[in-house]
């Protein structure tokens, strides 16, 4: 972004406040990489429109430095709605509760998750303070709501021990209650009071997937080899029809909350209802291929769906024969003759129990059409061939042969009829009349890559391993390395200062590690000492005639730890992707996990050294030195650290290789090479994928027959373990993946440490 | 040296082995040219029994050493005793594995200290002579003499990888967990236990193995397989004995035990 850009940017914001022009540059920086071209535009007037509301600097600044994150978690959408929702408590009494209204937007899109639920959110809010929103005389609305700012103080808390749902129940008895007593409600919302002490107890109940999530994770990585994400949506706020899960392209949606269920047979528990769920879903994404719905009647279609459901889920309990039970336990089981066809549509009463028929051997129905087809569809499952296709053709039988005149009348048998625990069935149909158009979005505002040649040192150029050829192309690389601009040094002071606690934490570690001057090495046959306790044992065993221990003597050494480090940084576009389930982007996660890193090495004394990488084709590889060996872990190279940016490609191997140049000329027993990185190496001139994972993989070798171990810390959370995923192919064993990123700063230190000790 | 009762490192019977590719004709070869053998591989995948079952094969003697962090060069080539006369010399297994021509197996190499391995060196070039520096004496080994290590390059130590000077001098077969199949038949003949469980047992370490690198360094070992499937057949309910033999020694991560133990109650139902 040039002056001429920020100024149209500034000028496209409406808004005064002197200490503006201060902040805005950073703000801009950071919604540039986050936002898209319409983003942008949304903020600015998201921000236009906080300002307009006349309530001081503070609320515009907290929109600009919280919103590029949360627009880019949730959806720019979210970009209007807190800026529409500002406006609406200006127009009320309401004012002072916006700077807290602003305070709880980035937390709870934390805890919420997704779009949807933080919409909500702002609903739950809004309405509340409308009915607590005093009147004088009828209707001027003139005294602000007591409970409102205290409601806001407490959110974090609440959201964290409730599901969007409770949330909303817990609110709606303060106001029904306390809705004309200021004081007693303001108790009630400020969490004082007993009774709202006594109801939250109550409305906290079931099992939050936000407290499940990485068991989920796991789950379905370990048991499907699924590394889906998932993103939770609210249950139960929306009464008239309740949301479904369902899966997309951009994860699995799944309830907030599952509460446990109970039976005859006991407890099913709400992390075993996810688990049901999620088997389902992940049946779907392994055995259902999606048909062409346009040529099925309705009716055909939730007879194809139904099918399909009990299809996947036959497949999936041949792999998992628990899941039979506890489907069985969660599927509705219609009584036979509970649906009154003369009065009403009996289609899903039909199919539900069908369903169930085949699901459970030991079903109670004895009309003979559902036991005609249990058994045709256990004879189209019992061949591996088959798949949705002739399912569907099944089902379409079912239709025809029970069809009744019935079937078509307005009012719908619903009564246990809803399997909870299946999603929606979108994913399995193709729909060719309204053709799909994907949204093409291009992201023209993504920098051009700057034509100068980067100056400083003179290129140095590096081989690269074609490995359709099984040969290295001589000097196809050119490397230009530079010191990496500095930044302010007291940025990342603060971010150790944030990671205090952890630091305290290491710092018992590190202490273990740290060399002692010298250490005693005991049963030594030959030593510098006599070691008496040893000795005087071997001279007992000797004179009782055993055999004497001949190891009495004891030597010391010098216990150094003598080990060269070197840590290589992806600096690549994709760092300044913002993970999901994160509020920071990667780089500034790396930027924390290198600080806390860089003070541990310090303080154990190793040596070490930083470096930065990014390409722009064969002949612009850039190398970014930030901390040299002979340096100090001092505040230059903190500067450095804090000025660290994402751009351009990883081309992965050739810095493997200047990175090694250097650790070489270390005299070290041991030499590490760490590569942190979120990806698989890349760049805009290669378009074999597997050429620069190649090539990488043979920089790994040529690295350690130099004697440099080599280990990637890699950030990508899509990778499947296996023989196949590039990191296995380039680094072998040596990797560890990082699936909560935002734990990296923890992990990180740890790690080294580890690897070390 | 006649006092040395070779008898004792024969092995008598044929050590069940369940072959997965080429490993065997690969081993001859190498046993022909006496070359050093490095066999790489996580922690109870057959590694150590593959050799018994070489050993066994070829009708050569097997000394095994399980390698630890105390032990020093004179606990692998020898040291004087004392005893009531003086002293007297005695020694250390590779010694022993030298003079008889067995194979000398150093299991999980990377545990030893870097000091004691290097006293390998000199067994491993054209020379194939072990020095006995105390006693004077320059052995040259037997003709049948070879040297094995072990190597589990999946330990995630720098402190604990093979100095490049020595992984120069081996040759390198890699192991693997078997395929499902097999290393269900493993189970079940190793163990006596029924087809089905065995394979619902393998069903569960390939679920534990999705998970290497997302917090378990490494997953279920065939070895803990063959733990659990004693314990069944010793009346333990399979889920029990699979918490027991298969999930307990493996992690302490929360999370993780949670979804093993749930893999463990649906693959058993
Ligand atoms: N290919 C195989 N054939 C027979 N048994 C095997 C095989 N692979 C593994 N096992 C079983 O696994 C156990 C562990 O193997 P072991 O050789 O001790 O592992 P390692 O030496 O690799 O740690 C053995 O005792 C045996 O029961
Ligand atoms: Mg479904």
């Given amino acids: 972004m040039n002056a001429d850009e920020l100024q149209a940017y500034r000028d496209a914001l409406k808004c005064n406040f002197k200490g503006l022009d201060a902040v805005f540059e950073d703000c801009m920086n950071e919604a540039l990489l986050l936002l898209s071209e319409q983003g942008i535009k949304d903020y600015l007037k998201g921000a236009s429109l906080v300002c307009m509301i006349g ?15 949360v627009a880019k978690q949730l959806g720019e959408p979210t970009l209007s709605l807190v800026s529409q929702a500002v406006w609406d408590l200006s127009r009320s009494p309401n004012g002072n509760a916006i700077p807290p209204f602003l305070q709880t937007i980035a937390e709870a899109s934390r805890r919420l998750g997704s779009e949807e639920q933080l919409r909500l959110y702002v609903k739950i809010l809004m309405d509340m303070m409308e009915r607590t929103t005093g009147s004088i005389h009828g209707f001027h609305t003139t005294i602000p709501s007591p409970g409102l700012p205290e409601l806001l103080q407490q959110v974090p808390y609440l959201l964290n021990n409730l599901s969007l749902h409770g949330f909303k129940n817990w609110i709606d008895y303060g106001v029904r209650n306390y809705q004309n007593h200021p004081e007693r409600q303001k108790n009630y919302f400020c969490l004082q009071s007993a009774d709202s002490r006594a109801i939250l107890q109550r409305e906290r109940h079931g099992t939050l997937f936000i407290d499940n999530e990485r068991k989920l994770d796991l789950y379905l990585r370990s048991l499907w080899q699924d590394p889906e994400h998932l993103v939770p949506y609210s249950s139960g706020l929306d009464e008239l029809r309740k949301p479904m899960p369902y899966y997309d392209a951009y994860g699995i949606r799944v309830p907030d909350v599952y509460d446990d269920v109970n039976d005859a047979n006991g407890n099913v528990t709400g992390i075993d209802r996810y688990r049901a769920l999620l088997a389902h879903i992940a049946a779907h994404r392994r055995w259902t291929t999606a048909i062409i719905a346009d040529n099925f009647s309705p009716f055909q279609r939730i007879a194809i769906e139904t099918l399909e459901d009990s299809r996947v889920e036959s497949l999936a309990i041949q792999e998992y024969p628990g899941l039979r039970q506890l489907f069985i336990r969660l599927h509705p089981k219609p009584d036979e003759n509970a649906c009154k066809s003369a009065e009403e549509s009996c289609i899903r009463h039909r199919l539900t129990i069908l369903s169930y028929a085949i699901l459970d051997a030991h079903h109670p129905y004895k009309n003979e059409v559902i036991l005609e087809y249990v058994e045709r569809f256990n004879e189209i499952i019992s061949d591996k061939t088959n798949g949705t296709k002739e399912i569907a053709d099944l089902a379409i039988s079912f239709v025809a042969k029970t069809r009744r005149q ?91 200062d944030k990671h205090a606690g952890l630091a305290k934490q290491l710092k018992h570690i590190l202490d273990l590690l740290k060399p002692q001057q010298y250490v005693r090495v005991r049963y030594q046959e030959e030593g510098s ?55 920071q982007t990667i780089l500034e996660l790396s930027q924390e996990a290198v600080a806390l890193l860089s003070w541990a090495i310090d303080h154990l004394g190793d040596k070490f050294a930083i470096a930065g990488f990014s390409s722009n084709t064969r002949h612009e590889v850039r190398y970014q030195h930030i901390k040299g060996y002979s340096e100090q872990w001092c505040d230059t190279v903190k500067a450095r650290l804090a000025a660290m940016e994402a751009g351009y490609s990883t081309r992965m191997g050739a810095a493997m290789r200047h990175a090694a ?81 935002d734990r990296l700063p923890e992990k990180l230190p740890k790690l080294f440490m580890s690897l070390t000790g | 040296m006649t006092d040395i009762n070779i008898e004792q490192y024969n092995i008598k019977q044929e050590p069940y082995y369940e072959i997965q590719s080429n490993e ?19 922690t109870g995948c057959g590694k150590s029994r593959f050799i018994e079952h070489m050993a066994w094969k070829l009708k050569k003697p097997l000394i095994t050493v399980a390698c630890n962090e105390d032990m020093t060069a004179s606990d692998l080539v020898g040291r004087y005793l004392l005893d009531a006369n003086g002293t007297r010399w005695l020694d250390g297994p590779l010694t022993t594995a030298a003079r008889i021509g067995a194979i000398c197996y150093l299991d999980e190499i990377v545990e030893a200290r870097q000091d004691t391995t290097v006293v390998i060196h000199p067994l491993t070039d054209h020379r194939r002579q072990l020095p006995l520096d105390k006693k004077g004496e320059l052995i040259n080994a037997h003709p049948d003499f070879q040297l094995v290590i072990s190597y589990n390059p999946g330990y995630q130590s720098l402190m604990k990888d093979l100095k490049q000077s020595t992984k120069q001098r081996f040759t390198a077969m890699d192991f693997d967990y078997p395929s499902a199949k097999v290393e269900a038949s493993i189970v079940e003949k190793e163990t006596g236990i029924d087809t089905a469980t065995a394979i619902k047992l393998v069903k569960i370490a390939e679920t534990a193995r999705n998970l290497k690198g997302h917090g378990l360094d490494e997953g279920i070992s065939t070895r803990l397989l063959t733990y659990a499937a004693r314990l069944i057949i010793n009346g333990i309910d399979p889920t029990d004995a699979c918490r027991m033999a298969l999930v307990r020694p493996i992690t302490d991560d929360v999370d993780i035990r949670s979804t093993l133990d749930h893999a463990i109650d649906t693959i058993f139902a």
Wanted: hydrophobic letters at 35%; glycine letters at 4%; proline letters at 7%.
């Fill in chain 1, 406 to 496: 019935s079937d078509q009348l307005p009012k719908v048998h619903f009564t246990d009829t809803e399997i909870d625990y299946r999603d929606d069935n979108r994913h399995m149909w193709r729909f060719i009349e309204e053709g799909d158009e994907e949204e093409m979005f291009e992201e023209k505002r993504k920098l051009e890559p700057e034509e100068h040649e980067p100056e400083g040192l003179p290129p140095r150029h590096y081989p690269e391993w074609d490995y359709n050829t099984k040969t290295y192309r001589p000097d196809w690389v050119s490397l230009y390395e530079s010191l990496h601009p500095a930044g302010n040094a007291a940025d990342i002071d603060k971010l150790l």
């Fill in chain 1, 55 to 69: 309530r001081g600097f503070e609320p515009v600044l907290v929109y600009l430095e919280k919103m590029p994150q």
């Fill in chain 1, 661 to 741: 140049h250097y650790l070489s000329a270390q005299k070290a027993d041991k030499k590490l090479l760490l590569v942190l990185t979120d990806g698989e190496p890349s760049d805009i001139d290669v378009t074999d994928q597997q050429l620069l994972i190649q090539d990488a993989h043979k920089a790994v070798q040529e690295l350690d027959q130099d004697g440099i171990y080599t280990y990637c810390i890699n950030l990508d959370a899509n990778v499947k373990p296996g023989e196949d995923d590039y990191v296995t192919r380039i680094f072998g064993n040596h990797y560890t993946i990082i699936d909560k990123i």
């Fill in chain 1, 529 to 583: 000492e006599l070691d008496l306790d040893v000795a005087i044992r071997s001279l007992i065993d000797f004179k009782s005639g055993a055999q004497p221990d001949p190891r009495i003597n004891m030597s010391h050494k010098h216990d150094g730890r003598n080990i060269a480090v070197m840590l290589l940084l992806d600096l690549s576009a994709s760092l300044a992707d913002t993970p999901d389930g994160c509020t």
């Fill in chain 2, 24 to 42: 065997v004709v690969l081993y001859k070869a190498a046993y022909k040219a006496r070359m050093p053998v490095m066999i790489k591989g996580p």
